[in-house]
């Protein structure tokens, strides 16, 4: 099964940009959609964008016209650009795709928006 290896995080003011990338290993021949998530404290996992394994995103509502995903799609590295950065945007934010009917997770990277 893909591994997926995140890296990016770090601490950022609000208003400020951050950028997320995520980097399978393994074979990528199955991989379908591929996307990112977070979790705050005491909050449960939520879906921040999702891309097809042809790059057409879907994104949440709370991050529309604010993150952007860019995936390669030869091999499906993983892209998250964040802007105009919010406190609430605080979070872990993990990788995840679908390798056939398999789900795999990257490790998680703590991203920190001070007001």
């Known amino acids: 099964q893909v591994q997926l290896v995140e890296s990016g995080g770090g601490l950022v003011r609000a208003g400020g940009s951050l950028r997320l990338t995520c980097v399978p290993s393994?074979?990528?021949?199955?991989?379908?959609?591929m996307g990112w998530y977070r979790q705050a404290p005491g909050k449960e996992r939520e879906l921040v964008v999702t891309?097809?394994?042809?790059?057409?995103?879907t994104y949440a509502d709370s991050v529309k016209g604010r993150f952007t995903v860019a995936r390669d799609t030869v091999r499906h590295t993983l892209y998250l650009y964040m802007n105009y950065m919010k406190p609430e945007d605080t979070a872990v934010y993990y990788c995840?795709?679908?390798?056939?009917?398999?789900?795999?997770w990257g490790q998680g990277t703590q991203v920190t928006v001070s007001s």
């Open positions: 891309t097809r394994r042809d790059a057409i995103p």
């Open positions: 393994g074979s990528t021949a199955s991989l379908g959609n």
């Open positions: 995840h795709a679908k390798d056939g009917g398999l789900d795999s």
